[in-house]
């Protein structure tokens, strides 16, 4: 059987990174993380930040030095979830907010690892997750 039990990111400095994100999405950093391997937890698959020395960012959305991933968050206030977001750190690229207050907005981690924050119109959120309009 095949299992996801980690997505890892390259980074200069896991965690300073491993904050950044642990910040973001309010669960912590794993007591056992170090200088070379960071996690953050979610349920069976761990967000994980190894460190890389000759890391080089991408620039996104330069093809030369692509996105190569990227996160999507869904949020309630896309406003207020922003203003937290720069206040940890990011930097915002990108909006393809509408003016009803739907779509995303690209942002970057501190080191330049892109990431969105989504708000897509009819999705209610319940304590499984999000439960998206017509899907079923």
């Not at 692509?66 to 930097?91: C, M, N, S, W, Y």
């Amino acid at each position: 059987m095949l299992r996801l039990t980690d997505f890892i990111i390259d980074c200069p400095d896991t965690m300073a990174l491993a904050g950044f994100y642990s910040e973001l999405t309010g669960r912590p950093v794993k007591e056992d993380s170090s200088p070379d391997w960071a996690g953050i937890r979610f349920g069976e698959i761990e967000l994980a930040f190894i460190r890389v020395d000759d890391h080089r960012a991408p620039q996104w959305p330069d093809t030369e030095h692509p996105k190569q991933f990227h996160l999507d968050f869904e949020v309630d206030d896309i406003e207020a979830e922003q203003a937290r977001v720069l206040g940890l750190g990011a930097t915002l690229r990108q909006d393809f907010v509408g003016p009803e207050g739907y779509g995303w907005r690209i942002y970057t981690d501190p080191v330049g690892h892109p990431f969105c924050l989504c708000r897509n119109k009819g999705v209610v959120w319940t304590d499984q997750g999000p439960v998206w309009p017509g899907r079923g």
